[in-house]
């Protein structure tokens, strides 16, 4: 009886452990049959040992085929979770192979289409901006003014659909990166107004340190731009959280409509997250917003965070949108791996307001 419990304690746990486990509830019923397949044979090979040397005693007998049962029911349990967790490797391997190359065939259609808009728009456009300077060193104009706005929109249209067709190829070339002096650097190549950043990170993180930069950036810019308290009084338009617009419009929020916000990143476990104070996105709305050009109520299409969704894609991590603890926006970054020790301790610090 002694020799049996391990073994039975040992098929209590295993049960315990593969109801919570990662392996898919429909390869239960093979597990189970592995179970009953050790049981049995076991118990079968141990009955004609039994009878071919006898013990003398029923009770031993009565035993030995319990001690058999157990152990054979136990082998055939370790067997059925090794060959499902294998099936799970295998699909998981599998899954992520299909993923890469989905990824890979929608870069080769990005490069595609990035190729046509550096060619086939910017030289058209680059010969109409050159045309309207000539225009505008004769004469002023209120026209002329809108026109040069929505030139230097389309150029900014053009640099950001180029990103995003680099940003999401898959990254091959990484290394340590310090969150705490990157993030830093980040704001202040942002124009951030009378915003302010909590800067609580530590972490050394292993990433592209080029393409690192370019999705706080995105999302400085964006939290400044789309989340400013009190200065939207749609929830489209404080949803659009993407466009990186050069428009007066964009302008005065800068200067009026985000002097109360406060952005902060910290971290979290797996990763860290991006979060502000503003306005926040309803929640029908968070998924859409990291989709391709995603557009709002007044039709300008939004390619910062889909150049976010793309870095994070290519790096390996995944990323998930929020409200923040104040009734902003969060942005959770998580699957990342950490180069230093996650047990350091981790310093506050409030970055001053930065003047447009």
């Avoid at 000539?134 to 002023?140: G, I, Q, V």
């Avoid at 393409?211 to 338009?237: C, K």
């Amino acid at each position: 009886m002694l020799a049996i419990v391990p073994f039975a304690v040992a098929i209590i746990v295993g049960g315990f452990w593969l109801s919570n486990s990662e392996i898919d509830p429909d390869h239960y019923r093979r597990i189970g049959v592995w179970f009953a397949g050790g049981l049995i044979s076991f118990l079968l090979l141990n009955v004609v040992m039994i009878f071919t040397w006898p013990t003398g005693s029923l009770s031993e007998d009565i035993g030995w085929a319990l001690f058999a049962a157990i152990v054979g029911g136990f082998g055939g349990l370790m067997m059925g979770i090794f060959e499902a967790r294998a099936i799970f490797r295998a699909v998981e391997a599998e899954r992520q192979r299909l993923r890469r190359e989905a990824i890979e065939q929608r870069n080769e259609r990005l490069d595609e289409f990035a190729a046509v808009v550096a060619h086939d728009l910017r030289n058209p456009l680059n010969v109409a901006s050159g045309q309207l300077e000539l225009e505008r060193m004769d004469r002023d104009s209120e026209h002329l003014e809108t026109a040069a706005t929505a030139m230097d929109r389309m150029e900014t249209l053009v640099d950001r659909t180029l990103t995003l067709a680099r940003s999401g190829h898959v990254i091959s070339d990484t290394e340590a990166v310090a969150l705490g002096e990157l993030v830093d650097s980040c704001w202040e190549a942002v124009p951030t107004a009378n915003a302010t950043l909590q800067n609580e990170m530590t972490a050394v993180i292993d990433a592209d340190p080029d393409r690192l930069r370019h999705l706080f950036e995105n999302l400085f810019r964006n939290a400044v731009e789309h989340g400013a308290t009190g200065s939207r009084t749609q929830s489209g338009d404080s949803a659009e959280h993407g466009s990186t617009s050069s428009r007066p419009a964009a302008d005065d929020d800068l200067e009026h409509g985000s002097a109360d916000l406060t952005i902060r990143v910290g971290e979290m476990a797996g990763g860290f997250y991006v979060a502000d104070d503003g306005s926040g996105i309803p929640a029908e709305m968070r998924d859409a917003v990291l989709d391709d050009g995603y557009t709002t109520t007044d039709g300008e299409g939004g390619l910062g965070l889909a150049i976010v969704q793309r870095i994070v894609e290519a790096h390996g991590w995944e990323i998930d949108v929020t409200e923040s603890d104040r009734g902003g926006t969060r942005f959770e970054i998580t699957d990342i791996t950490r180069m230093d020790s996650p047990e350091e301790d981790t310093d506050t610090r409030s970055k001053t307001p930065i003047q447009s």
